[in-house]
């Protein structure tokens, strides 16, 4: 047994180092490669897929766990041999499943679907991204159908981002989201609250020498991470010793700040996984709603924060003395706290963000239901928009075609960015629990405690337990929007100076 | 057959996006990856470069190889078909004669011996290095055994570098460069040339900027090529439309215009190679020998010509006014070329470089014969040091310890350094003769024609033909010492204003 599991356990390393492989090009792709590279670059990830696919799903690798399984029956599910029996167990049964030549289409179809979802976003033209829509959804159907045991087609494609989280189960979440939340935007919108002059002048190389000193304190280091300003907000996680994370700087507004929190969150999840793990599937986030609960966690709570702000609004001012110089932190506070309903998800606050999320969820599952003709998408979009946030889409682009999920095929991700919020505010809270001087801290620009309590409850754990088992380890309770919604109402209340009602 | 033929490439095509995997693997190291994940990088770059090598070697590789063979023989050798059956067969062989487990073994000395090497370096202490060198020698010597019908077992570790040379050729022209380099070194020692003004203050922000306007006049754009200037100087090919350079910048000196001047020349030889060579073995340098003469021709028969001079100067001086305002194109043209005995290879000037070659050369083909005792290699060095440059070396550290080559087990590899020197003038010669306004174009900065000459004659090759017929189509004859002796003594005459004499 000891021999078997170590022959699994070199198989898995040579799969996780595969797959951080993968997770390379694509860094590189993004950050660093000359742009003339784009069609190779799209065959050497192929490739390098292609391998990791098929060691993971060699025979010998099922072999291995047949022989394994009987042995770590008997183990502690706690031990790192049993929680590696489990979660290989699960990769290779999902992975052979799908073909390889399915494989191959659902790539391919995905990368086009990502060249004409640019250019149909740039004429803001919904007719030109249709065909690649349906050739994407079409693929993502026939990948369903490599699957069988589940309640609903979603469940196939939920399961790949939120391991065993039933849709019903996620939409009751997101159904109680949106009964909550439709009525305390309608509410909020047309309050007067000036967030005038978080639009204006922040010059780019105040922001980054800000953030270069921010980073540190919160627990970044050049040994283990590395930032760079030339993208896209993202995080790219290639091993506990190795954390990428990327911002975009724009001189009109404080945004890149935030994003560089909420990739921070992400970061600090895969950096503070037990190393015990490393060059294992285990050394990871446990399900994206996990790791979404860790980025939010840092933009909002911590960065969103009062205490937070006590900290770092000094500085702010000190950077941007003509933009923020005569602005209370009072009034900072409220403003980047604002409901305020808008058309694009990644711009949304706290509050309207999810009705963003409900939306796309509610779509993708009508149309992979064949409830919604393609062709009424948009005017469906619009409609939704309209009901849930008062927004009137003007284009195509501002509406149907500002994500590009669906064009690579991501249908089933979404709802995680809500699940990941519901988690987050439960995570927090007992974090205030266990860290009574929380607040303090923070406002002394101390995240240590903060920082060890995520480590020692979450992070170390990283794939060890299943999603469900995480949540309870690192919350104490199941997934529950309760607490999430009285976050909202409460600090809306707040910020609005309100009496918070439940 | 063109059913086989499509199987092998599409094979090799596979092998070698692994291998540009691997190479940017080694970038992201040397250039972008936190310091912390040395460990797990090097777990990656075993794992990539197992995977390659598995599936070179793969079995069914042979038997395509086998059905095509008599297929291609009917082929004119110039065509595509005919030179990756030649190639892949020739890689193919070399691969799978070498066991995994000698291989992993390589590896694992290697990374070993330069961990150890950095350290011996340091201290300047060859005792703390021997072990580590006595462990790389005798798996060298275990990797020889791999192979048979070699005359000389330096054959086998040449052969890997320059594929096709033997020893005794190579001895030829080293110990012809030898017999004519010594007494031409021991003739210009001690001759005033005063280059005192090479040595100074140039602030690094104005080296940045008048590389980046010099680069885009030689063939650099940013739609293929990178340049980055945090390491040492290298380049890095990961496939025609992705090519990379580094450099590193001293504020005391302008070495790194020559370096960038050196690996531009290794980039534009992988950049010109025919597109349609992409994603095969063939994408590449026919030897180490014909990249190096490439990037010595811009470095050295370019960079420190007096046509390129004459355009370049008047910039240098107007970027560096304090250190050169006062200083003739005339003066500074003679202090580049300065010939100036030293102790470290990589800052010696064009003459005596070659004499460090041959003392290495030398050095480790009686190291692997069995003919000089480890515990003997420090003063052998030292002893040769004297007798070829007249240089007394003071420590180890500025002696034996100086490259890092043999701390890998590259030997073999130095001698294509002083290949490539001889290439390289017979190379331009060739280019003189075909663009007889070549040095008015260098004069006025441009380098087009010089650019497409070399394309043509050589870059767009790629390793389509064996070493020796590159080289005869590029420079229309064998390698021969004589042009490039040549061009030293008069190149050194006219710096020292003497008279030719052959």
Same mark, same amino acid.
């Given at each position: 047994v000891n021999r078997a599991f170590e022959q699994l356990r070199r198989r898995v390393a040579e799969v996780t180092d595969l797959e951080a492989v993968v997770m390379l090009l694509e860094w590189d792709f993004e950050v660093m490669m000359p742009r003339a590279a784009t069609t190779v670059r799209g065959e050497q990830l192929a490739t390098a897929e292609r391998v990791a696919h098929e060691r993971l799903t060699d025979p010998e690798v099922g072999r291995l766990l047949d022989e394994l399984e009987p042995a770590v029956d008997?183990? #502690?599910? #706690?031990?790192f041999e049993a929680s590696l029996v489990r979660v290989v167990r699960r990769d290779f049964e999902k992975a052979r499943r799908v073909s390889a030549d399915l494989r191959a289409d659902l790539a391919r179809a995905a990368a086009d679907g990502h060249a004409v979802w640019v250019e149909a976003r740039e004429r803001s033209d919904f007719t030109r991204f249709r065909p690649a829509l349906e050739r994407n959804l079409e693929l993502k159907l026939r990948y369903v159908a490599?699957? /069988?045991?589940? #309640? /609903?087609?979603y469940d196939v494609l939920l399961d790949d981002y939120e391991p065993d989280l039933k849709t019903a189960e996620a939409a009751e979440v997101l159904d109680r989201l949106r009964e909550e939340l439709v009525p305390l935007v309608a509410e909020r919108t047309g309050e007067v609250l000036d967030d005038s002059f978080l639009t204006g002048t922040f010059p780019v190389q105040q922001q980054r020498e800000l953030e270069r000193r921010l980073l540190p304190l919160l627990g970044y280091d050049e040994e283990t991470w590395r930032l760079d300003d030339i993208v896209h907000p993202a995080q790219f996680g290639l091993a506990p010793t190795d954390i990428r994370i990327s911002t975009r700087y724009s001189e009109h507004t404080l945004e890149s700040l935030f994003s560089v929190l909420h990739e921070f969150g992400h970061g600090l999840y895969e950096r503070q996984v037990d190393p015990a793990l490393t060059r294992t599937p285990l050394a990871g986030g446990a399900s994206l709603g996990l790791h979404e609960s860790q980025s939010r966690l840092w933009e909002n709570l911590v960065g969103r924060g009062l205490p937070f702000c006590r900290f770092l609004y000094p500085q702010l001012q000190e950077a941007f003395p003509e933009q923020l110089g005569e602005i209370t932190l009072d009034r900072f506070y409220r403003a980047i706290n604002k409901v305020k309903p808008s058309l694009i998800r990644v711009d949304a606050d706290e509050v309207t963000y999810n009705l963003h999320i409900v939306l796309r969820f509610e779509l993708e599952r009508e149309l992979l239901g064949g409830r919604l003709p393609l062709d009424s998408l948009p005017d469906a979009w619009n409609e939704r928009m309209h009901r849930y946030l008062g927004v009137e889409v003007p284009d195509d682009a501002r509406g149907v075609l500002q994500d590009s999920h669906w064009s690579g095929g991501g249908f089933g991700y979404f709802p995680t960015y809500s699940l990941g919020n519901v988690a987050s505010v439960q995570i927090w809270q007992r974090a205030r629990e266990a860290l009574p001087a929380l607040d303090d801290d923070l406002e002394r620009g101390d995240f240590s405690g903060l920082r060890e309590w995520l480590r020692d409850v979450l992070h170390r754990n990283g794939r060890k337990f299943t999603p469900r088992e995480t949540m309870e380890r690192a919350a104490g309770a199941a997934l529950d929007p309760g607490p999430y919604l009285d976050y909202l109402r409460e600090k809306s209340a707040e910020i609005y100076r309100l009496t918070a009602r439940k």
């Open positions: 008997g183990l #502690d599910p #706690d031990t490599c699957f /069988d045991g589940y #309640d /609903d087609p």
